[in-house]
């Protein structure tokens, strides 16, 4: 059974950093590739970062570029997501994924997962 488990989240100023984490049983992270989405209040799930089985190739949406950085680490089976200056539109549940198809197409989206965690609260104030 496949389980992806985050932490990490919280509460935090404009302006800060928080780490999530993913940790997976069931299914080693080195064969797949990863992704993380958030949705807020009222809005649907939307990408936020992915990363490729080898970690070669991240992609990010638009407006986290520069200020997230999506990493794993096989040897613990847990991806990782660093976001750095982090503002109140940051504000949103963050989901891991695990890839469910050969490779990470550029523009993936959520039919590209077909396992999930169950969230972690980011909470940003101004």
């Known amino acids: 059974q496949v389980q992806l488990v985050e932490s990490g989240g919280g509460l935090v100023q404009a302006g800060g950093s928080l780490r999530l984490s993913c940790a997976a049983s069931g299914r080693t992270i080195s064969t797949f590739y990863m992704g993380w989405f958030r949705q807020a209040p009222g809005k649907g799930r939307e990408f936020v970062a992915a990363?490729?089985?080898?970690?070669?190739?991240?992609y990010y949406r638009d407006s986290v570029k520069g200020r997230f950085t999506i990493s794993k680490d096989n040897a613990k089976n847990t991806l990782y997501l660093q976001m750095d200056t982090l503002k109140p539109e940051d504000t949103a549940v963050y989901y891991c994924a695990s890839g469910a198809r050969s490779y990470l197409r550029r523009n993936s989206d959520y039919l590209d997962y077909d396992y999930w965690g169950q969230g972690t609260q980011v909470t940003v104030s101004s």
């Open positions: 990363i490729s089985r080898t970690a070669g190739t991240s």
